[in-house]
């Protein structure tokens, strides 16, 4: 059972930037995809990010491409969201989410949310224009 905990999550003014960190209870957290999941008022949950066991590939959904950057520290058990450039519709909760990676599919599995066996409480980011 992997726990997952957000934090770093607030107000920002659009244009500014806030850090998200994801902390794993799973001492074998390297073997694992993190994915970072966002869901806004009155919309369903959206991929935003993932990361594969030993960093070996990332992918972002195109709508914060070249502003958010997806990372991992498996020694400290730790992943990270940075979030450049803020837009207002970039307000959201967010999650952080982790998934076996035993090199059987592509990148294109960790896109889905259904990919997922657990799943941190979320952070709430609020972008003001």
């Known amino acids: 059972q992997v726990q997952l905990v957000e934090s770093g999550g607030g107000l920002v003014q659009a244009g500014g930037s806030l850090r998200l960190s994801c902390a794993a209870s799973e001492r074998t957290f390297g073997n694992y995809a993190l994915g970072w999941f966002r869901q806004a008022p009155g919309k369903e949950r959206e991929f935003v990010a993932t990361?594969?066991?030993?960093?070996?590939?990332?992918y972002y959904a195109d709508s914060v491409k070249g502003r958010f950057t997806i990372s991992r520290d498996d020694a400290k058990n730790m992943a990270y969201l940075e979030m450049n450039s803020l837009k207002p519709e970039d307000t959201a909760v967010y999650y952080c989410?982790?998934?076996?990676?035993?090199?059987?599919?592509?990148?294109?599995?960790?896109?889905?949310?259904?990919?997922?066996?657990?799943w941190g409480q979320g952070t709430q980011v609020t972008v003001s224009s």
């Open positions: 989410a982790a998934a076996a990676d035993d090199g059987r599919y592509g990148t294109w599995w960790y896109v889905r949310e259904v990919s997922y066996d657990y």
């Open positions: 990361t594969r066991r030993s960093s070996s590939s990332t």
